[in-house]
């Protein structure tokens, strides 16, 4: 107990890829060089495997928020009507920048731990045929709850309105077709499946949505897609990029190209999965509720009359690992840890051994082993069904 190494366990930032530390090290190349853009562009083109889009991709030195600001900053124009669905922290923010650059919200608003549902989607774009697009989380950290953007794909693709999706926490974590289910913008951060620190944000844009960057009127400079979508491919950035991140972004692509982007995303399914039946077989709650369930976290609730506060502090001082607490109102109410990008069956065993521990010193009746147990009877379902190819 006197020797301890932190670790997080929180949907991001997540655990950083070794080879992806190393390659930030070596950070003093300057980014108008022949080797410096051969790195850029093939960072470029890996984003286009890991995302499995044909659509252009522009990368900033941003937060994902940045992204999502440059969706809305070059695809809208004052007065447009936007559809935004609210199931937690993160679709509020689409309404907090919608409103910043002057759209028409229409907002369908669920409950924490709910997710919005595509029939509500439908309704809402007969009732409103003027919407210019539709705003959503595929995975909303915030809940451990995912949105249905297939479902919500097919059902935008029969207007003009345009479907932005947040995947920030989704992409890598969950399957996201994005060609095939007409997700005209996808966005992404560095700080989660791709498994260096935050700093860097991409998104994949479709044809249909970048017409609209053509006669959009809100103004943008330093975000501007076309600029750095058309810059990427070539190597090169608009601006001055962040070159120590994307050096390590470049080895991160590298080892998801070694793993397979499908079984990346077939990990954090797997870890999630054994996750929700460890929590249930200690007596715990799961926070979703009527929703699909996310692969990049889970929420869960704490026992009665507990607040979660006291378990995120408890992971902190007794094993110096880093759980999420809840966000806003949700705060006290649920605790979170998330299972993408670096994080593996080990990672889990031990959060869950961790977690058992603590709620015994909190003085709630646990069998020690009990979550530990359901979580090995994922993994060893999981083996059997792979060594016998089904």
Not at 16 to 31: E, F, I, K, N
Not at 157 to 176: E, F, N, Q, R, Y
Not at 267 to 288: D, K, M, T, Y
């Amino acid at each position: 107990m006197y020797v301890r190494k932190s670790r997080l366990l929180t949907p991001g930032p997540t655990p950083l890829l070794p080879a992806a530390v190393h390659a930030m090290a070596a950070a003093d190349r300057h980014h108008r060089t022949s080797e410096f853009r051969s790195v850029y562009s093939g960072v470029i083109e890996d984003l286009h495997y890991f995302m499995g889009t044909r659509n252009g991709i522009g990368l900033f030195a941003s937060s994902g928020s940045g992204a999502m600001e440059a969706a809305v900053s070059n695809l809208f124009s004052p007065g447009d009507e936007v559809v935004v669905c609210v199931a937690g922290k993160f679709g509020e923010r689409w309404v907090q920048i919608a409103e910043r650059y002057g759209l028409d919200s229409v907002i369908l608003r669920r409950p924490y731990g709910e997710s919005v549902a595509p029939d509500d989607v439908r309704t809402a774009l007969s009732v409103h045929p003027d919407v210019q697009g539709v705003l959503v989380q595929s995975t909303e950290s915030s809940t451990g709850v995912s949105h249905d953007v297939e479902a919500m794909g097919e059902i935008v693709g029969h207007t003009d309105a345009i479907l932005v999706v947040d995947a920030i926490t989704g992409l890598g974590s969950s399957t996201l077709n994005i060609d095939d289910w007409g997700l005209d913008v996808v966005i992404g951060g560095s700080q989660k499946a791709l498994m260096i620190p935050p700093g860097l944000a991409y998104c994949s844009v479709s044809e249909k949505a970048l017409k609209r960057a053509e006669t959009a009127t809100n103004p943008n400079f330093y975000f501007n897609l076309r600029k750095h979508i058309d810059a990427g491919p070539r190597g090169d950035s608009p601006w001055t990029p962040a070159s120590s991140l994307i050096l390590g972004l470049a080895e991160s692509l590298r080892f998801v190209r070694q793993v397979g982007r499908d079984r990346m995303v077939r990990n954090a399914q797997l870890l999630a999965r054994a996750a929700r039946e460890a929590a249930g077989a200690v007596g715990l709650r799961l926070f979703i509720r009527n929703a699909i369930p996310a692969g990049a976290v889970t929420a869960i609730r704490p026992p009665e009359g507990m607040d979660s506060s006291e378990i995120v502090r408890a992971f902190r001082e007794r094993f110096e690992s880093i759980i999420a607490n809840g966000q806003g109102s949700m705060k006290g109410q649920i605790f979170r840890f998330a299972h993408l990008g670096y994080f593996d069956f080990h990672d889990l065993f031990a959060t869950v051994a961790e977690l058992e521990m603590i709620l015994q010193l909190l003085g709630h009746e646990v069998e020690l082993g009990r979550g530990v147990e359901a979580a090995q009877a994922v993994y060893l379902e999981a083996v059997a069904s792979e060594e016998s190819g089904a």
